[in-house]
């Protein structure tokens, strides 16, 4: 649905209507006089949260991580939450008092003006348009693994297939409508979170002993205590769900509450299921077997804790987990555009909003072409880390954003939510964003770097005459 709050749409002569004081959490308003209407809760906004971590984190990574790092890989995950919630303390005080789409772009260009603001919402766009690639592929390979488990073989490799037609499916299902996309995200989560506790509870009880099975006797750390941390910088990209939420903040009810409340709670919640999961994938399979795996080695864990019927319950999950993960990118990756887009960044008609659904339809389908062609390429490890470098070059932005807004103190920016331990805090959340970029691949910072490079370039020639610092986009 769409709120006009001024006039009529389209008309040249715009007459302001006030929105009154109890209906002004329930509308983004957009100084053309056309906004997304608020229809995502706390409830919603905590499963786009943790709906968009949970797939990588539990369903794609363990393999992956365990062949990098051992059982110490666990450490892998906890400084990717731990950092991660450095940034969300941030990000929710900045959330609180511009409570607009577009996130992280929206509070760096506001803080540190339109060029380095353009960059990090270009990057932000093409960060999770990466990741909603990744996230399709993962899902391919799940989808194959369900047909082998059911005898059903065709004459060629259809994860690029499957991959492709379950995002052009979901891009469709974001255009019809964002409550559509809530009510998915919060089914596919809900019987995810079921699942997951039962497997997990399991497991655990399995690899502690309580149920006669002894742990595999392995080392904690046997490739050093470097790839713990490149490790991290690799499965980061598991974490990048919390953002997605400021990312829709324009469709976030009571944001003042529900914000801090859906970004922090997604953090913890999937940090400490990332950690179980861990802990029992090592503890019932050893590393090295565990890495030839790869993207489907939790199946395997469940295959040799539950039998057959828990590698298909798994399996289940998994296609769950990947398809909620890549509907929460969709999402956010439509907003990030929307919201450039609509500073004059980027040429206005990409956010454009469909009339009869209340949806950017154009930056959806412009977010689906490209995330269509990355499936294409179908490197898992490498759309996952540019993903993370992109997202962690924002992430250190915002920290030291809120720094900024401290410092200048605007009238209007008064927020509900203030971050603890300030300064310290946001000082360390920036600085560990930054460092974590330091254990990636080369490649993928090579990447990211052009990607920068090119945001950059193009904010300078297209937007040189764009203004944004210190402003918010309807006073």
């Known amino acids: 649905m769409v709120v006009v709050v001024s006039g009529e749409v389209g008309s040249d002569d715009v007459v302001d209507v006030p929105v009154p004081e109890e209906d002004a959490e329930d509308v983004s308003i957009h100084e053309e006089g056309v906004e997304l209407e608020r229809t995502i809760g706390l409830m919603g906004g905590l499963t786009i949260g943790v709906g968009t971590m949970i797939g990588a984190g539990i369903f794609v990574f363990p393999g992956l991580a365990a062949g990098n790092a051992g059982p110490a890989a666990i450490l892998s995950f906890i400084i990717g939450g731990l950092i991660a919630l450095l940034v969300a303390l941030p990000a929710s005080e900045l959330a609180t008092a511009m409570p607009r789409s577009g996130g992280g772009y929206f509070f760096v260009s506001r803080a540190m003006g339109a060029k380095p603001g353009g960059m990090v919402g270009i990057s932000l766009w093409f960060g999770l348009v990466f990741a909603t690639a990744f996230y ?23 994860v690029v297939l499957l991959s492709v037609f379950f ?13 559509n996309t809530e009510k998915l995200q919060n089914l596919v989560v809900s019987l995810l979170i079921v699942i997951l506790v039962v497997f ?39 974490y990048l769900g919390f953002a997605q939420v400021a990312t829709i903040a324009g469709d976030i009810e009571r ?19 990332y950690a179980l999961t861990i802990f029992v994938a090592t503890g019932t399979i050893d590393s090295v077997t565990l890495g030839g795996f790869g993207e489907t080695a939790i199946i395997e864990v469940s295959r040799e804790l539950l039998g057959v019927l828990g ?10 987990a990947t398809i909620s993960s890549a509907n929460a990118s969709i ?32 930056a959806l389908i412009s977010a689906g072409i490209l995330v269509v062609g990355l499936v294409l390429v179908g490197e898992v490890e490498l759309l996952a880390e540019v993903a993370s470098f992109l997202h962690l070059i924002m992430y250190g932005l915002i920290c030291f954003s809120v720094i900024f807004f401290r410092r200048m103190s605007p009238d209007w920016y008064s927020p509900e939510f203030k971050t603890p331990g300030y300064p310290v805090l946001p000082v360390v959340g920036g600085v560990a964003s930054f460092a974590l970029i330091a254990f990636m691949e080369p490649v993928s910072r090579w990447i990211g770097i052009v990607i920068l490079l090119i945001a950059g370039v193009w904010t300078l020639i297209y937007a ?12």
């Open 255 to 273: 944001p003042s509450r529900n914000l801090p409340l859906a970004m922090v709670g997604s953090v913890v919640i999937v940090t400490v299921l």
């Open 167 to 179: 995002g052009v499916l979901l891009v469709a299902i974001s255009i019809s409508g964002t409550e």
């Open 464 to 475: 040189s005459d764009v203004e944004l610092k210190g402003v918010l986009d309807d006073e």
């Open 200 to 238: 997990l509870v399991y497991g655990v009880l399995e690899v502690v002993g309580v149920l006669g099975r002894e742990r595999i006797p392995e080392e904690f750390a046997p490739f050093g205590i470097g790839s713990v941390f490149s490790t991290a910088a690799l499965v980061f990209t598991s």
């Open 136 to 158: 399709l592929v993962g899902f391919g390979y799940y989808a194959v693994e369900v047909m082998y488990e059911l005898g059903l073989t065709v004459g060629f490799d259809p």
């Open 331 to 362: 999402l956010a990756s439509s907003r990030a555009l929307y919201s450039v887009s609509r500073d004059r960044l980027l040429p206005q008609g990409l956010s454009k909003i469909n009339l009869r659904y209340g949806t950017p339809h154009i």
């Open 311 to 320: 590698a298909i319950v798994i399996l289940m999950a998994g296609l769950l």
